[in-house]
């Protein structure tokens, strides 16, 4: 595997890779550092806040936040991921301020019954 150089590193033919390089969690390493198809592991926060471990590699062939992707869920409170949900009175059953999507969550339908629906 080729080592990072000034010219062959994670962020010179990803410029938005720099943006998201968490800049506390991954201790001294800088992205310039890092070979585009390094095996390791560091640390990326998104434009929404959203925090994640990924390998390099897989931030070079284009993949991004799993949260905004719907890929992970998140402990974000339950207004932050829907309002909507919020709003219906369906947050009142989870006796938390925080969800997981793929946890079993309360939702109702049309005709206001109060549904469960586990993951």
């Known amino acids: 595997m080729r080592r990072a150089t000034k010219s062959y590193n994670l962020v010179n033919g990803n410029p938005d890779l720099r943006k998201e390089w968490h800049p506390t969690r991954n201790g001294s390493v800088k992205p310039e550092e890092v070979a585009p198809f390094s095996s390791s592991k560091f640390w990326w926060i998104c434009e929404k806040g959203h925090e994640w471990e990924a390998r390099a590699y897989n931030r070079t062939r284009g993949q991004g936040c799993p949260f905004c992707a719907g890929k992970r869920s998140s402990d974000l409170p339950l207004r932050e991921w829907s309002p909507r949900m919020e709003r219906s009175g369906s947050a009142r059953h989870s006796g938390k301020s ?22």
């Open 98 to 119: 925080g969800i997981l999507l793929r946890a079993m969550s309360w939702s109702r339908c049309l005709t206001r019954h109060g549904l469960t629906s586990p993951s």
